[in-house]
């Protein structure tokens, strides 16, 4: 956990990500990357110089079999609150309006969902569990799929609500998520989605998995580029 911590340390600072008396959801999808980031910033709070408020959040989309126990004995453990809100997301998306590319407006909705909980809670921030390599996929199926070079920001605010979403794992690689999980037994819950591991993501991120064999330095060449905003040379 001590790289993590780390690498989240360095975003936090490089993006003034937290502030004196901020008030944090953590969205919780009971995946490993949200996960390591609900114990990343509990542990944080012990030193970090500024005071902040946590709260942990999962939307139930509406599967069955969603146990959120583990999540919920977790929450528990490192003393953050949880909450869980009930949707029908996975009805509208698949059963009402059966989308072809449900993925897009699942995000959408859920989105829409997290925002209005942290606004109903009074906080003002939402952190998220975007690590580096889902940058570097973000930006590879903004290119292939939409024929721009575009990916998420550290730091985005939506003005309509006044709520800042962060990203404090943004310099964390995957594998050391991974690896955290595995070491401090972290509990994990698996998506009941039908569509996961079946997106164009997932297909995106074996390619790179791919060009990472041939090109050992590849990810942080990648990384680098995103990060290197000066050095681009496109036309314009």
């Given at each position: 956990?001590?790289q993590?911590?780390?690498?989240?340390?360095?975003?936090?600072?490089?993006?003034?990500?937290?502030?004196?008396?901020?008030?944090?959801?953590?969205?919780i999808?009971?995946?490993?990357?949200?996960?390591?980031?609900?114990?990343?910033?509990?542990?944080?709070?012990?030193?970090?110089?500024?005071?902040?408020e946590?709260?942990?959040v999962?939307?139930?989309?509406?599967?069955?079999?969603?146990?959120?126990?583990?999540?919920?004995?977790?929450?528990?453990?490192i003393?953050?609150?949880?909450?869980?809100?009930?949707?029908?997301i996975?009805?509208?998306?698949?059963?009402?309006?059966?989308?072809?590319n449900?993925?897009?407006?699942?995000?959408?909705?859920?989105?829409?969902?997290?925002?209005?909980?942290?606004?109903?809670?009074g906080?003002?921030?939402?952190?998220l569990?975007?690590?580096?390599?889902?940058?570097?996929?973000?930006?590879?199926?903004?290119?292939?799929?939409?024929?721009?070079?575009?990916?998420?920001?550290?730091?985005?605010?939506?003005?309509?609500?006044n709520?800042?979403?962060?990203?404090?794992?943004?310099?964390?690689?995957?594998?050391?998520?991974?690896?955290?999980?595995?070491?401090?037994?972290?509990?994990?819950?698996?998506?009941?989605?039908?569509?996961?591991k079946?997106?164009?993501?997932e297909e995106?991120?074996q390619l790179?998995?791919?060009?990472?064999?041939?090109?050992?330095?590849?990810?942080?060449?990648?990384?680098?580029a995103?990060?290197?905003?000066d050095?681009?040379?496109?036309?314009?």
């Amino acid at each position: 956990m001590k790289q993590i911590l780390g690498a989240m340390r360095k975003a936090i600072k490089d993006f003034d990500m937290i502030q004196e008396g901020d008030k944090i959801v953590v969205g919780i999808s009971g995946g490993k990357d949200s996960m390591a980031l609900l114990y990343a910033l509990s542990l944080y709070r012990r030193f970090s110089p500024v005071k902040y408020e946590l709260t942990a959040v999962t939307l139930s989309m509406g599967f069955e079999n969603f146990d959120v126990t583990p999540v919920r004995g977790f929450c528990e453990e490192i003393d953050v609150p949880y909450k869980v809100i009930e949707t029908e997301i996975a009805k509208i998306v698949f059963d009402i309006r059966k989308e072809s590319n449900p993925c897009a407006l699942c995000a959408k909705m859920r989105r829409g969902a997290l925002h209005d909980e942290v606004n109903n809670l009074g906080y003002n921030k939402i952190a998220l569990g975007h690590h580096a390599d889902d940058a570097i996929e973000t930006m590879f199926l903004s290119m292939l799929y939409e024929g721009r070079v575009n990916t998420f920001k550290p730091v985005t605010h939506l003005t309509r609500k006044n709520i800042y979403s962060i990203r404090p794992l943004i310099y964390v690689k995957e594998q050391q998520i991974t690896n955290a999980i595995e070491k401090h037994n972290i509990p994990v819950i698996k998506s009941p989605c039908p569509m996961d591991k079946n997106t164009k993501r997932e297909e995106v991120k074996q390619l790179l998995n791919e060009i990472y064999k041939t090109v050992p330095m590849g990810r942080d060449r990648l990384l680098k580029a995103i990060k290197n905003k000066d050095n681009f040379c496109l036309w314009w």
